[in-house]
């Protein structure tokens, strides 16, 4: 119902007024990249590339624009083939955190080669269950059994579809 | 006879009087479509149902009367065209006077009501009776959501039929309607409602005394606070509702009074959602205000915006609404101008945000100031030097530290600096042409100077700045007059060897001549200035590089390399098509005894050691210079007649031929081809084009010039292909012919992509060549079925030449013409994915990319095949292959799910290969194509 003049929310969302933030630009093409003999190794721009598209459970924002992901949180090793991300929930008590950091970790598990190792979790101190997510998100067993679950694997296929 | 069809009418009435019990007593439903299905086959009358429900309707207890009268209601909803006019009159006065009845009958009532809104025969007058009946008898806001509905569909009904006589109601009418819909609160309703008030306003009912009250009964939504309930099935979205209701808020100025305090309030609020809401209605609101409603509460508009101070761009954004609302006003009333009293204030607040670090501000500020500038007699002079001095900063900005400096184009604060400075150096060239051009020509010095010691990429990519900032603000002839012998200037300064100039360098400058040429097409005067101005300086420094001399200065060299030339002919090319054929025809008169003749007369400095002879001496430098002739010859009006047009056509088939510098014998070829194009049919160029054949064909017999002679082929074919000449079957097919020889075969091929694309230096649209827009389509129906056969009549070693060939006929082609010949075609398309050679292999995979998206039913026969080949070519050694398989497997998406899910688990697999490939630029392809194979018959995708 409207209500004439007056403020009715729906509750629905647990924050309602995210702060948005501008999204970078297009990684500009170099020579370097162009030129067939050159190897390109894999930097943390380009695993931010990777992740800051991933579309928000519950805002039609990505999570480049939420600020969730940040290209300074992103330590990566193409010799060592190591990967850490670190994420940062809109809100301290946010229960889509693990289903965020699920998103993160299965976009990588399909992008990145299998050599990586990699780990994914929130930055210390943004989130009032830190360790609980990042345990979950870090026991392989689990998260191959949440893309079991038809419901999961629905949300974050959402997650990562691209934005039409 | 009578009697029996009396008879025949009373048996089935027997029938409807059960039907109606069954309905009315027995609580059934089904009856009431049957009744009306009976109604409507013609077995009864509305008349007989009237009379069989005869005692229900008039029964003592209301649920009876209620069901009697819901019956005929439904059978009115579906058979009122079949109603006369009496009926109608009957069925009227009936349903108004049960308006009066029990609060269970009503929704039956108005459903009725409905049903004879709705009527054809509905005498004038009725229409009227009905409104006010119910604008008297029902409190409408106490209904059900449902009948509150039926209530504005009756409204909206008579609107749309006796639109005349509701107005005769005058504002009775309006004042009804206020009365209806005050208090509503279901937004399926309010959509209507919104819907009808926006009619009212538009179609001018009259309003009377009501403006406030109907302005109050709708703005009280203001702003929608709304959130669809979640699975809601009606699909109303907050949108909708906003939109909905700005359309009724910003209809008419007569609600200015209201409207602006209540937005200037909500300027104010606390929730952004409220503040853009309002601002946007603003803006709505510019299209139908005048300065009269605005003019009184602007003041207090702007002190509400000035008070914002967190949402610095939704300030600005604001302002820039204003300001195109008052470049409205400004044609309306020219001795009033509201906005001067605020001007220093929107000015200081411009300049602020043209200095704040935030690129978003940076930008609606540059907005801002070009909308502020296009305000007549609003700035100052003082205003204005501060605007220029700002831009002139603004034109230097730096890119954001991760992208590279010397790609010029991606700071967009920068372009959009450069593009105000173009807007507003139109509208005052001489606060630019004193402030900004000789600051920038002084920039441009001292660079030369500081360039004897060395060149040091941030002072090149300074200069380049320079440059653009200058072809930038020449968007008025006077200020072309400054920034073109600057830019001359700079040339010259370069070619005496002041600087050390590379050759980017010198194509930076050239880029410029060719932007400021382009901004002097519009006007005749300018772009005969440019040309006379910069055509005998550029041709006479490439003259001067021409010259044999023992130092050559550095810039010298520079000047004759391909890629300056190609620079310096598209500065000449768009320096002439725009000039009118007298002024060409002087131009003309010179420039070819310049290159037949050695004519040097109108050349600036022409002390020159020995004569130019492009054509008889044996100097390359001289020669390379047809290029510049080609720029100019081949972008002059068509009617513009050519001097020794024999002489020079007879030059350039020979130097086409001549085997010492194949730069220059294609110039020659391409100028030949471009002057062949524009000739008329007849024997002049019939002479030319025998020319062209016989030399040709004793060139390609084996030889030195071989390769030459097949470039002018080429070049006249497509000459001649572009205007649907009948010699060009001809030449095509001795072309095709080529595509065996062995020598010959791999440049034929490549020789199709070049007949098929878009020459951006002669043979252009714009250098009014004659290019028929269907020439590909012709090219390809006339002859694809020729390359097929000879395809399969190649011996294997030339047959790659064929596919190569094809493909870049079918590359360049409308997907439309290409679609109904795929089935035909894609097998051979298919092997020539397997062909070794890497350029057939990319062509057919850019063919077959957008295939996959347009045709995926034709393309799904090939599966198996497709996605073999393609992971295959994921491996090639070219990364430009391996991207475009990538690529395709992405595409290869489109197809039906079903036909894809068997190969899903072999794709994931073997795109895992390609995420770890060295090159950054294929990994990207291969995430994006895995990606999407995982989400194939995925839940969620």
Redesign the interface.
Known sequence: ??????????G?LENA?PLIY?RSGER???AG??D?QV??S?DA??IF??IRSINDPEHPLTLEELNVVEQVRVQVSDPESTVAVAFTPTIPHCSMATLIGLSIKV?LL??????FKMDVHITPGTHASEHAVNKQLADKERVAAALEN??L??????C??ARS | MAAAAALEAVAPTGALWGLVHDFVMGQQEGPADQVAADVKSGSYTVLQVVEALGSSLESPEPRTRARGIQLLSQVLLQCQSLLLEKEVVHLILFYENRLKDHHLVIPSVLQGLRALSLCVALPPGLAVSVLKAIFQEVHVQSLPQMDRHTVYSIITNFMQTREEELKGLGADFTFGFIQVMD?E???RN?LVAFRIVHDLISRDYSLGPFVEELFEVTS???P????P??NDPHGIQRED?ILSLRAVLASTPRFAEFLLPLLIEKVDSE??SAKLDSLQTLNACCAVYGQKELKDFLPSLWASIRRESNQRRTILEMILGFLKLHQKWSYEDKDERPLNGFKDQLCSLVFMALTDPST?LQLVGIRTLAVLGAQPDLLSSGDLELAVGHLYRLSFLEEDS???CC?SA?CPGRVAALEASGALAALYPVAFSSHLVPKLAEELCRGELDLTRGDEPTKCSRRLRCLQALSAASTHPSIVKETLPVLLQHLCQMNKGNMVAGTSEVIAVCQSLQQVAEKCQRDPESCWYFHQTALPCLLALAVQASMPEKEHSVLRKVLLEDEVLAAMVSVIGTATTHLSPDLAAQSVARIVPLFLDGNISFLPENSFPCRFQPFQDGSSGQRRLVALLMGFVCSLPRNVEIPQLNQLMRELVELSCCPSCPSSSTAAAKCFAGLLNKLPAGQQLDEFLQLAVDRVEAGLSPGPCRSQAFTLLLWVTKALVLRYHPLSSCLTDRLMGLLSDPELGPAAADGFSLLMSDCTDVLTRAGHAEVRIMFRQRFFTDNVPALVQGFHAASRDVKPNYLKGLSHVLNRLPQPVLLPELPTLLSLLLEALSCSDCVVQLSTLSCLQPLLLEAPQVMSLHVDTLVTKFLNLSSSP??AVRIAALQCMHALTRLPTPVLLPYKPQVIRAL?KP??D????V??EA?SA??EW??LG????
């Open positions: 119902m409207v209500g004439g003049g007056g403020g009715v929310g729906s629905l007024n501008e500009p093409v170099t990249e162009e067939e190897p390109d894999i721009r380009e590339d990777l976009k399909r992008s990145l080669p299998q050599r038809t419901h694997l629905e949300v974050v296929n959402q990562l579809s | 208090g609160k279901d937004p309010l009280c939504y203001f929608i606070d709304f959130t309930p979640p509702l929730i952004l978003q991760q992208s590279c790609s991606l070219s990364m895992a995420l770890d060295k090159k950054r630029l990994r990207k995430v895995r990606g995982f989400l995925s839940p969620g995708s």
